[in-house]
């Protein structure tokens, strides 16, 4: 599971109370693209070795490992910047999503949505219900970061009601 970081501002007041949850992405754009290219290179030079020693049909293996590679630091880098952030906005519960290149907005009435939490530890899963809909929250958390966030939130919400 990914490690994540969980950021709380509030000012005490429930409508200044804002949390965000992020991955927390341990290698910038640039090192990966180093990365890959020392990688990419490293892997063409030993293909290359063996085709020099007559194993020829090993460097389009090569080719294909270098392009699953990249494609999946494409699909990292694409989510590197995903986030959920909960909010306390003009008397509404209000949570952003963002997953890849697509944001949505959830509002929610304080007063009416409940925070379920199901599973076994550590397979843990926390959703806010309201009104027959539900959204997951918590995605990128541990188990420990999914009670911290529960935690957060029921105080949040018990101020609402």
Known sequence: MDDARIDVKTTGARSGFSLTVKRNCLMSPQALGWLLAFT???????????????????????????????????????HATDYERIAFADGA?????????RT???????????LVVSGARPKVRLALRSHGRALE?????????????????????????
């Open 104 to 114: 949505e907005e959830h509002g929610f009435n304080p007063h009416w949505v409940r």
């Open 93 to 101: 519960l209000v949570v952003e999503v963002r997953d890849g290149d």
């Open 40 to 78: 990419a290179g490293l892997s063409f030079a030993i293909g290359v070795a063996f085709a020099l020693f007559g194993a020829w049909p090993i460097l389009p293996f090569v080719g294909l490992e270098v392009a699953a590679l990249a494609a999946a630091f494409y699909v990292n880098g694409r």
């Open 137 to 161: 929250i918590g995605r990128h958390l541990d188990a420990a970061g999914r009670d911290l966030l529960a935690t957060a939130l029921r105080g949040q919400l018990a101020e609402a009601e």
